[in-house]
């Protein structure tokens, strides 16, 4: 039995005519990594060396930063990019090292649903974060909450 091995010029046959995911994926590694310096560095930036630098952060912080729309935005926008960037690579090393297309399926699967259940976690927490929740005792109430 022999095997041909085609010429390394030889143009590929394009079986499928639809989208390219793997060229959209390599481009939007590329712009995601771009505007993820921008995000870390910004956030980097407000947290660390603005005021007090770490020293400042606290739970009051923390609430003051998601009481606004500007932040939440900004730190939901960081959350998403940072997630889907890092399961499309995880994805590429999949299809890199998984040689069965059984493993390589449940890896994928694995990769998806696990980015895809942070980010609903993540996007809830920003955007349901309540630091003086109603009802609750007042010694487990932030001190800068109002007495309800």
Same mark, same amino acid.
């Given at each position: 039995?022999?095997v041909t091995?085609e /010429?390394?010029?030889?143009?590929?046959?394009?079986? @499928?005519?639809?989208? @390219? !995911?793997e060229k959209?994926? !390599?481009?939007?590694?590329?712009?995601?990594?771009? *505007?993820?310096? *921008? +995000?870390?560095f910004?956030? +980097?930036?407000? @947290?660390?060396?603005?005021?007090?630098?770490? @020293?400042?952060?606290?739970f /009051?912080?923390? %609430?003051?930063?998601?009481?606004?729309?500007?932040?939440?935005?900004?730190? *939901?926008l960081m959350? !998403?990019?940072?997630?889907?960037?890092g399961?499309n690579?995880?994805?590429?090393?999949?299809?890199?090292?998984?040689?069965?297309?059984?493993?390589?399926?449940?890896?994928t699967?694995?990769?998806? %649903?696990?980015?895809?259940?942070l980010?609903?976690?993540?996007?809830?927490v920003?955007?349901?974060?309540?630091?003086?929740?109603?009802g609750q005792?007042?010694?487990?109430? %932030?001190?800068?909450?109002?007495?309800?």
């Open positions: 039995m022999s091995i /010429a390394p010029r030889t143009p590929a046959r394009r079986r @499928n005519r639809g989208v @390219n !995911w959209w994926g !390599w481009i939007y590694m590329r712009a995601s990594g771009v *505007v993820l310096i *921008v +995000l870390i910004g956030h +980097l930036f407000v @947290n660390l060396w603005l005021g007090e630098g770490v @020293n400042q952060i606290d /009051a912080f923390v %609430a003051g930063k998601l009481s606004s729309p500007f932040w939440q935005v900004w730190d *939901v959350l !998403w990019l940072a997630l889907i960037h399961a690579g995880m994805r590429t090393i999949v299809n890199d090292y998984a040689t069965h297309p059984i493993t390589r399926a449940i890896l699967w694995a990769i998806a %649903a696990s980015a895809a259940i980010i609903v976690l993540g996007t809830l920003v955007f349901t974060f309540d630091p003086c929740p109603a005792p007042a010694d487990l109430i %932030a001190s800068f909450c109002p007495v309800q």
